[in-house]
């Protein structure tokens, strides 16, 4: 190749960092301006303009499979079926993550190492929840964005049932969403440096600023946590099996907290 033709792949690839970094600025506002007032519509708009970013800055031939089933996961959200949402995108990541050629890490067996660190991660979880309920939960849980929405079962056996489900489902969802489809759709030019995983991760914590933990502290939390199951999965090699159990042991505490 000579140097006029890396000069020109040059430009094109920071042409496409920049297309994606832009159209990532807009999902961001987009997002966070629905959210005010629909957080139900907040949501998919991030989602979806970060996935168009990652597209158009892909170079890879799964980018479209993988876009179509961060689609088919976002269409229950927007129909107003949110709670639909996780168990058809695990359909749509199910199918998707078998025709990858290079599944196989994604459940890799992970070295030690790496489940120490994710007992870090979820010990910091913890004490973060800890710190959430002493400091804000009993003097104004509404103005900090921590729901606490009715579980539609009585008694404590058939709800911590329900939490625990819950956790799994949603711990699964999204690491293959935020982790895996979304980390991975741009290729390993971009996704392999520090910038692209850094904005999925704001976007991942932008994501729960109506969730739980909510609010612009919650945001914050979960984008630390968002980073910090990014480096897990690097640790573990692509692995993410670690993650999912990393992510469903901080759900868990973190509904206990409001269920428990």
């Known amino acids: 190749m000579g140097l006029r033709q890396r000069g020109d792949e040059s430009l094109r690839l920071t042409g496409r960092r920049l297309t994606a970094l832009a159209?990532?600025?807009?999902?961001?506002?987009?997002?966070?301006?629905?959210?005010?007032?629909?957080?139900?519509?907040?949501?998919?708009?991030?989602?979806?303009?970060?996935?168009?970013?990652?597209?158009?800055?892909?170079?890879?031939?799964?980018?479209?499979?993988?876009?179509?089933?961060?689609?088919?996961?976002?269409?229950?959200?927007?129909a107003g079926w949110a709670q639909a949402s996780p168990l058809v995108g695990l359909l749509a990541f199910a199918m998707l993550l078998w025709r990858r050629p290079d599944r196989k890490p994604l459940v890799a067996r992970p070295p030690v190492s790496a489940w120490l660190y994710g007992l870090v991660a979820v010990l910091a979880v913890l004490v973060f929840a800890l710190w959430w309920h002493q400091s804000f939960i009993a003097i104004s849980p509404g103005s900090f964005g921590w729901s606490r929405p009715r579980l539609p079962v009585d008694g404590l056996p058939l709800m911590m049932a329900v939490v625990v489900c819950a956790a799994a489902v949603n711990a699964l969802f999204e690491e293959l969403l935020w982790r895996v489809v979304l980390a991975d759709l741009p290729g390993e030019r971009v996704s392999g440096g520090l910038a692209w995983p850094v904005l999925v991760s704001a976007a991942f914590g932008l994501s729960h600023l109506h969730g739980t933990p909510g609010g612009w502290i919650g945001v914050a939390a979960t984008f630390c946590f968002g980073l910090a199951m990014v480096a897990l999965r690097r640790f573990a090699g692509g692995s993410i099996v670690v993650c999912v159990v990393a992510h469903f042991a901080a759900d868990l505490i973190l509904l206990w907290g409001l269920y428990g």
């Open 23 to 78: 159209a990532l600025a807009v999902g961001a506002i987009s997002a966070v301006y629905a959210s005010a007032g629909a957080p139900i519509v907040g949501v998919p708009a991030l989602v979806a303009l970060l996935a168009l970013a990652g597209v158009l800055s892909a170079s890879n031939r799964h980018a479209a499979a993988m876009l179509a089933a961060v689609a088919a996961a976002l269409i229950p959200i927007v």
